[in-house]
């Protein structure tokens, strides 16, 4: 494998590292998100009721 490969596979690896990291990151985003946007919209109530 010539330098060039290399240096096209070690890119290949950190994105695909990358992709999985942010697909990871945004599962748990969703789960907080869902506990948290309940809460949210309580608030939202109670401030257009005043």
Same mark, same amino acid.
């Given at each position: 494998?010539?330098?060039n490969q290399m240096m096209i596979f070690k890119a290949m690896v950190a994105q695909t590292a990358l992709r999985e990291e942010a697909q990871a990151s945004r599962q748990r985003a969703r789960r907080r998100g869902a506990r948290s946007t309940r809460k949210g919209h309580g608030l939202l109530? %109670? %401030?257009r009721r005043r």
């Open positions: 494998m010539n330098p109530g %109670l %401030l």
